[in-house]
């Protein structure tokens, strides 16, 4: 849903360029390629424009990553163009003057773009839009800080993608429009320079209202009802925030294998109380990010009519033992009832797709609330008493803190090993499917990727250690570092931690006290803690063969 809104707010903020002073020298171009190619020129101006701005900002991200700039750093930045440009277009003289530099760009831009006029159809246009992007981007530099912004705080490259995308497509719309209607569309640019003095200034006060809000905290994303902000305090009872626009009746909890702190439960006997539906697994580290606030709503609203539900859907195979699983509720604290969904069935029923996903229901049965992912504790914590019918209360960070929260944009992707979704995997042998084989480390290792050296199997969902000294690399970039390991029949095995070719010291994890972790049941552990998100070269060696690796998954 964030990413959803990110990108609407990416296409509201490209569409909105069209009143942008230096925008109107780069229309005639348009206009011009239009009026002398075939009917398709008009859709391949626009495709090119839209792919070579897209292509541009996204190369900028992955500078950013390459070069490991701070995202801090660059959000700093950015914002500081952005004011700086807002407070220009106060100046008719320093507007002048940007006007004057973009002319010039636009100009060389005609210019080389003229090799491209032979051709009439969408592929001559694709030439010039591309062109027409390049020479644009200086121009649109100082907006596209908002939209840089959002894209340091995209968790993923998709969420990357889409919204730049969507920033580049919004800014295409009006073009597309003027490359279509021709002429007749420069008659109406009369009203825009007839009153580009007062637009001129609007537009500068809008920009400037958007850094500030920005840099106090209350980011775009916020305001685009992401729902990461504090629920509105008041002595007065809630209401529920950020609701589904249209509740739905609660799918019922079915397949259930085995039940944890309770007998077997269903929603249909549960009509009249509230209850919070939570899809976990144990050795996800997001779930158990979650585990502080899920355990601390239950011992403060159960007594008061909240039931929750820690619906356990595993990932892995050794997620499925009811034995792993009554650990884990033991070690988090866990008294609320579990259920153990392995064979998906509960997940399915609710159309599932997250670890964690919760789900909040009222006291009718139906679902009106759900949240995917980590965050937003202060809004479902708001909704529970809503339905309950409590007075608001400022929610109370649990022991721990915001652990969940990421340290840079640049930190390191959730990484799978086994054969089934590995990717960059840098050991020149390339992956060898189910059967032991010898591996290397390559010369040169890059960030993300990860190698192999040693006997090692690939089997679906794991890698093992097939002998003592078999050892594993990893370039990371953040602050904490996971791997979900195991080990085969039961044997235990030490794994020693290294950190750029060193022990790891000071900036062990907190299960690997002297750099020695000790895998003896299947589990995520923490492996490196750096104080700060930095980059590192992470290597483990196993001291006997079966150790078994599933994952990586990293923490700010």
Same mark, same amino acid.
């Given at each position: 849903?964030? !990413? ?5 707010? $990416? ?44 292509? /541009? ?8 990553? &390459? ?20 407070? *220009? ?12 530099? !973009? ?8 210019? &080389? ?14 030439? +010039? ?56 569309? *420069?008659?109406? *640019? ?17 920009? +400037?209202? *958007?850094?500030?809000? +920005? ?8 305001? $685009? ?42 929603? $249909?006997? %549960? ?10 697994? @144990? ?22 009519? %909240? ?23 033991e070690k988090y604290g866990i008294q609320y009832p579990v259920a153990l969904d392995?064979?998906?069935v509960t997940w399915r029923n609710f159309s599932n797709r997250y670890w964690p996903?919760?789900? =909040? ?28 019918? =409590? ?17 840079? /944009? ?15 995997? $840098? ?55 996971? =791997? ?40 995520? @552990? ?31």
């Open positions: 849903m964030e !990413t959803l809104y990110l990108a609407q707010l $990416a296409l509201l903020e490209g569409i909105g360029l069209v009143i942008s002073p230096c925008i109107l020298p780069v229309l005639p171009i348009v206009l011009a390629s239009s009026l002398d190619g075939g009917k398709a020129r008009p859709l391949g101006i626009i495709a090119g424009f839209i792919l070579s701005f897209t292509l /541009f900002a996204l190369l900028a991200r992955q500078l950013f990553a &390459f070069f490991e700039i701070d995202g801090a750093v660059v959000r700093d930045v950015a914002l500081a163009l952005l004011v700086g440009f807002g407070l *220009m277009l106060f100046s008719e003289k320093l507007s002048g003057k940007l006007m004057a530099a !973009t002319q010039g760009l636009a100009n060389f831009g005609q210019n &080389f773009g003229s090799r491209w006029q032979g051709g009439n159809g969408f592929w001559s246009g694709v030439g +010039i839009g591309s062109l027409i992007g390049l020479v644009w981007t200086p121009c649109a530099g100082p907006i596209l800080a908002v939209a840089v912004v959002q894209i340091i705080q995209a968790q993923t490259d998709l969420a990357a993608v889409l919204t730049i995308a969507m920033f580049a497509l919004g800014a295409g719309i009006p073009m597309l429009l003027i490359a279509l209607m021709g002429r007749k569309a *420069m008659n109406h *640019m009369n009203f825009f320079k007839k009153h580009a003095a007062a637009l001129r200034r609007g537009l500068g006060v809008i920009i +400037i209202a *958007m850094a500030a809000l +920005i840099w106090s905290g209350a980011d775009v994303a916020l305001l $685009a009802a992401t729902g990461n902000g504090e629920a509105p305090q008041t002595e007065s009872t809630p209401t529920l925030q950020h609701a589904l626009p249209r509740s739905y009746p609660a799918p019922e909890i079915g397949g259930i294998e085995s039940w944890v702190n309770s007998d077997p439960l269903r929603l $249909a006997d %549960l009509r009249g109380k509230v209850v919070l539906i939570d899809f976990w697994t @144990y050795s996800c580290i997001n779930c158990i990010r979650t585990m502080p606030h899920i355990t601390k709503w239950h011992e403060k609203y159960h007594d008061k009519g %909240l039931v929750i539900i820690g619906v356990h859907t595993p990932e892995f195979a050794f997620e499925k033992k009811l034995d792993n699983v009554r650990n884990a509720t392995n064979n998906f996903a919760h789900y =909040l229901i009222d006291q009718d049965g139906r679902v009106v609330y759900q949240h995917f992912g980590e965050g937003q504790y202060d809004v479902t914590e708001n909704n529970i008493r809503a339905l309950l019918g =409590l007075g608001a209360e400022r929610a109370e960070a649990p022991v721990g803190g915001n652990d969940g929260a990421r340290g840079s /944009f640049l930190q390191s992707p959730e990484t799978y090993l086994g054969h089934l979704r590995t990717e960059h995997f $840098a050991s020149p042998e390339g992956v060898k499917r189910d059967a032991a084989s010898q591996y290397g480390f390559p010369s040169f290792l890059g960030l993300n990727g990860w190698a192999l050296e040693g006997a090692w199997r690939f089997t679906p969902e794991h890698i093992v250690a097939e002998k003592e000294g078999s050892a594993l690399r990893f370039n990371f970039y953040a602050r904490k570092v996971f =791997l979900v390991m195991g080990n085969t029949d039961g044997k235990p095995v030490n794994v020693r931690v290294l950190l750029n070719g060193k022990p790891v010291g000071d900036a062990a994890g907190k299960d690997a006290p002297g750099g020695i972790v000790a895998v003896d049941n299947e589990s995520l @552990y923490e492996l490196v803690d750096l104080g700060k998100a930095g980059n590192g070269l992470l290597e483990l060696q196993a001291d006997a063969p079966g150790l078994q690796a599933y994952a990586f998954t990293f923490g700010g």
